[in-house]
């Protein structure tokens, strides 16, 4: 039996940019960061829909590498 080779890996630098609603509390903006960056690796990993991704099991890596705000 053939072992499993190292499949290729592919890395991007992506920037996401959102504007709360006024009178939302500061906080919930980073909650809603850290939210959705989880869910993107999810998405990553297995797709939407039908159609697999052909992503390894857990070896999509999403990190939020600084953030700030202002008003």
Do not use: C, Y
């Amino acid at each position: 039996m053939m072992g499993r080779g190292m499949g290729l890996k592919w890395t991007a630098n992506l920037t996401v940019q959102f504007e709360m609603e006024d009178g939302k509390p500061e906080r919930l903006g980073e909650d809603v960061l850290r939210r959705e960056v989880s869910q993107f690796r999810r998405r990553i990993e297995t797709g939407v829909g039908v159609a697999p991704t052909g992503v390894k099991r857990n070896s999509a890596k999403v990190e939020i590498v600084s953030q700030n705000h202002s008003e």
